[in-house]
């Protein structure tokens, strides 16, 4: 059965379908059309109950590159995976990369994904020259933000509800090496998150925290935890080589590993961990993407899977409304493995529903608890909608309609841009 | 360790195919394409010219032709040698279709066709090639068969007889060409997730990914091996398949 990353909803589609070449006719069929890449979105984003999914992985081939100005042209099926291993050997990087790569370009555009490197770089859109869509009534649209800045602004972020995105054209970066200088300091309190980040953001491109979401500080208050910031490495180290450790999570196990007891203890263990307050030389994978290196690592939360709640809240609504959001987990008890906290730079996604956006932006985890857990969301609902917050369209299975239209108010205007034939099980689950 | 800087590949739009020619793209070998569909085939190419560094189109080349007419083949073996060179490294064999059994039981002609497309053509372009292999004393000729050609089975016999006449044909061969330092290469893949196997039920251990499966490839014509289970526990699977006896065998529902 396809799922998404979180396993959260079990869903039944209709028809499975593996598109294999760009201009390919897309189904008919009598029920809505929705692609899937990786589905390593969380959530019901990538997923269409009783609908068609098109399956773009064999959509993977390169189109063109220009080694001079670094621009490319791809298959939207291509996996950022694959893209990263052309390009880092050649001078180039991906200019935006979430927690994972392996997500294709298509799921990068359709949700308009953010990395550590937002308040340097944007999102991923801001770097998307032309896309090429398909329509179920068979025009093939190229989109620009030159020529067709209401479109691209459309697709961008539009959650692949716009038709099928066939090709990307993307410009890269140009980087010196495979590595970068990275370097990490604990901090007590979320006060001590916001000053080391004023400082921190102008010196270092990449940046994020990981908040301990169980043990309180020194002074009493939810809101210690670990800071790093990187940028790319002008040079390689002598031994310039590096081995991804391939590590799996190799089956389900019969009940969620993540409790109570293993949360405490790992995220203690996880703020005991060496930190590196000078900068040290490490390579772009374990940095970037430390999760990648432990293959199905959503298992850990059982069959029955997990839940992600990532919100953004603005500006003047960030440090009083974080510290709230802490606080209410805290007291539920229900820890997250990996808080991750990140300021989000000064600038709106090119996206109508573009996720990023001024303001700080929190991603937890839980495992499903049923009504307990539901009942959490609830609560952090109430403190992002107060705050004039947003929840992340790509990591929910459950948020409350009016809570979408709130954070996402160009979504009527989005409406009239959607294919006829296409939808996802999200999409008519928030505009209900 | 044989080079694998001039490469020919026929079939090369089938998944595993392509993974090949990825690779070895990659590494910077000069290739020549055969494909059926041209719509398949450009794509494909482009594909390759980024992942090579050509630009200018002048290592990777291809062609289309149907390689189960054999009437094609001197045509497209002509031009292989003309777009690479007379000195070729290696040939790959990858075209084929996975014959529906049903279908087979119903009817001789798909019977025949089917055997002629995964065996007999492949068998006609092996008998052509092997001469100029031969003459010239080195090189690689490698074939993908399957583990299904290991032993008949009730539900894929039609595609399993092609292909263990195609394995046995190949052994001969490669008898033939030890003496003039040619290595041949069978290539028996076991389940592997392509569009070719669209439509079984693809969860489980023992589906591998055409990448994996393509970089073992690789490395068995890169070393000269001669027969390459990949991944390597069919040889384990198969092994066990084909020493249970035939009065149970024909027993199971395989």
Redesign the interface.
């Known amino acids: 059965m396809t799922t998404s990353w979180n396993r959260i909803p079990r869903v039944a589609h209709a028809a499975e379908v593996s598109l294999t070449r760009r201009g390919q006719p897309l189904p008919e069929a009598s029920h809505p059309l929705l692609a899937h890449g990786l589905g390593r979105s969380y959530g019901d984003v990538c997923l269409n109950p009783g609908g068609s999914l098109l399956h773009t992985r064999d959509l993977d081939r390169f189109i063109a590159f220009d080694p001079d100005t670094g621009r490319i042209t791809a298959e939207a099926g291509l996996t950022l995976d694959d893209l990263l291993r052309f390009a880092v050997p050649r001078g180039w990087f991906v200019p935006v990369v979430p927690g994972t790569r392996m997500v294709t370009l298509g799921g990068a555009v359709a949700n308009d994904v953010h990395g550590k490197n937002h308040h340097h770089a944007g999102s991923f859109g801001e770097h998307v020259r032309a896309l090429t869509l398909r329509r179920s009534d068979g025009e093939c649209r190229e989109l620009t933000p030159e020529t067709t800045p209401d479109w691209f602004a459309a697709t961008i972020g539009g959650l692949g509800l716009t038709g099928l995105i066939e090709t990307v054209t993307l410009q890269l970066m140009p980087v010196r090496s495979a590595w970068m200088r990275a370097w990490s300091q604990r901090f007590d309190s979320l006060d001590e998150f916001w000053e080391l980040d004023t400082r921190a953001e102008r010196e270092w491109p990449y940046t994020v925290a990981w908040i301990d979401c169980l043990n309180p500080g020194p002074r009493g208050e939810i809101g210690r935890g670990i800071y790093s910031g990187a940028r790319h490495a002008t040079t390689a180290p002598p031994r310039d080589r590096y081995r991804e450790p391939r590590r799996a999570i190799p089956v389900d196990p019969p009940v969620s590993v993540v409790n109570r007891v293993t949360l405490r203890l790992f995220n203690q263990l996880y703020y005991r961990q060496p930190v590196h307050p000078t900068a040290r030389v490490v390579h772009h994978l374990p940095w970037l993407f430390p999760l990648d290196a432990i293959r199905h690592w959503n298992r850990i939360y059982g069959y029955k899977g997990f839940y992600q709640y990532q919100c953004v809240l603005p500006p003047h609504a960030q440090k009083d409304g974080m510290q709230a959001l802490l606080d209410a987990v805290a007291a539920s008890g229900q820890g997250s493995f990996l808080a991750v906290l990140k300021r989000f730079g000064d600038r709106a996604g090119p996206g109508m529903l573009s996720f990023p956006r001024p303001g700080a932006t929190l991603a937890l985890d839980f495992p499903d608890r049923g009504n307990e857990t539901e009942h959490l969301f609830r609560r952090l609902d109430r403190i992002v909608q107060e705050a004039g917050g947003a929840l992340y369209p790509a990591k929910d299975a459950r948020m409350p309609p009016e809570l979408f239209r709130g954070g996402f108010p160009r979504w009527e205007e989005f409406a009239s841009f959607v294919d006829p034939e296409f939808s996802s099980g999200f999409w008519r689950r928030v505009t209900k | 360790m044989n080079r694998l800087q001039s490469v020919v590949i026929l079939g090369a739009t089938s ?1 595993i195919a392509t993974a090949v020619a990825r690779e070895l793209a990659e590494h910077g070998a000069r290739l020549f394409l055969v494909a059926r569909d041209g ?2 085939l450009e ?2 190419l ?2 390759l010219r ?2 090579g ?1 050509d ?1 200018s189109a002048t290592r990777i080349l291809g062609t289309t032709a149907d390689l189960a007419d054999i009437d094609t083949h001197a045509d497209v073996w002509a031009q292989a040698q003309e777009a690479l060179g007379s000195n070729i490294d290696a040939v790959l064999l990858a075209w084929g279709t996975l014959p529906d059994q049903d279908a087979c039981n119903a009817s001789v002609a798909t019977t025949l066709e089917a055997i002629h497309v995964n065996g007999t053509s492949a068998i006609a372009f092996l008998a052509r090639i092997a001469p100029d292999f031969e003459q010239r004393g080195r090189g690689v000729i490698a074939a993908i068969g399957s583990v299904a050609g290991d032993r008949g089975r009730q539900s894929n016999f039609v595609y399993g007889t092609a292909k263990g006449m195609l394995a046995t044909y190949l052994q001969g061969l490669r008898n033939r060409l030890f003496f003039s330092g040619v290595d041949v290469v069978t290539i028996k893949p076991g389940f592997v997730r392509t ?1 070719m196997t ?1 439509g079984f039920n693809r969860a489980g251990a023992l589906w591998a990914e055409p990448e994996t499966v393509a970089r073992g490839i690789v490395k068995a014509m890169r070393r000269g091996r001669d027969v390459a289970y990949l991944p390597w526990i069919w040889w384990g699977i198969m092994t066990v398949i084909r020493l249970i006896p035939e009065y149970l065998f024909k027993r199971l529902k395989l």
Do not use: K
């Open positions: 998944a719509e398949r794509p494909l482009q594909d980024v992942r560094d630009a569009p669209e």
